[in-house]
């Protein structure tokens, strides 16, 4: 019933069932060793393990999606971006999309705000109006909390639908042989990810009854 796909070689999981929804996943960050990229990861896991209908979660790495730095006069001379206009391309086939932010003095990694910059500029509603799981984690005790203000002020006006929420403070502390450590978060993290889950739910049902009226 389910699929992990991600743009590495490490694929997780396979599946020949057919696929009704698929997410987008994502560290907003490049570093080769990222920690929202690990718990992105393990979201989409996740996601497939306790999904009751087919669901195709893909993990994009940034580092396939680099662009120049954006300026209006980088812009007027290059046209657009065409790594934005790939990612764009993700993030249309999404049903929906998990996102992992890293935080940098307080905002988004600079290789994320740049993408997202660009990506802008070919489509201002560039998350199409589709759910949305926001996630963070940082080294520190507040785990992104200030990045993840940024995005959940900022996100909506991009088309964003954020259905719920969840940051993960002191990371090398908190997550351990790829899982949650500690109980009360795994069940926060699990309950913002059901959340985000049940929107796919309530798509499925209002589906199933559309072909059912359609038949009679
Ligand atoms: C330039 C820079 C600025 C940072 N600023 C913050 C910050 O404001 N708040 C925070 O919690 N961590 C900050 N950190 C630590 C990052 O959270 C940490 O590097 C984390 O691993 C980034 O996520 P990533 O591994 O997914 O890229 C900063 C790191 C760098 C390199």
Request: glycine share 4%; with cysteine.
């Amino acid at each position: 019933m389910t699929s992990v796909t991600t743009t590495e070689t490490t694929t997780t999981e396979t599946t020949t069932t057919e696929t009704t929804t698929t997410v987008v996943a994502f560290a907003a960050s490049t570093s080769t060793t990222s920690i929202n990229k690990q718990l992105v990861t393990f979201a989409a896991n996740q996601l497939t393990s306790v999904s009751e209908k087919a669901v195709s979660a893909k993990v994009l790495d940034l580092n396939d999606y680099l662009c120049p730095l954006f300026s209006e006069d980088m812009e007027k001379a290059i046209g657009k971006a065409e790594s934005a206009e790939a990612f764009l391309t993700e993030l249309q086939a999404a049903d929906g999309f998990i996102i992992s932010l890293a935080e940098h003095n307080g905002n988004f990694a600079a290789a994320f705000k740049n993408l997202y910059d660009w990506t802008s500029r070919l489509e201002r509603k560039m998350f199409g109006d589709k759910p949305m799981l926001l996630l963070s984690t940082s080294p520190g005790q507040f785990g992104g909390a200030s990045v993840m203000q940024i995005a959940q002020a900022g996100f909506p006006r991009m088309g964003a639908n954020i259905i719920s929420q969840f940051s993960l403070p002191r990371f090398h502390e908190a997550f351990v042989d790829g899982t949650i450590t500690d109980k009360t978060q795994y069940n926060d993290f699990l309950a913002a990810l059901h959340a985000f889950q049940a929107t796919f739910k309530a798509t499925f049902q209002a589906t199933a009854r559309h072909n059912t009226d359609t038949k009679q």
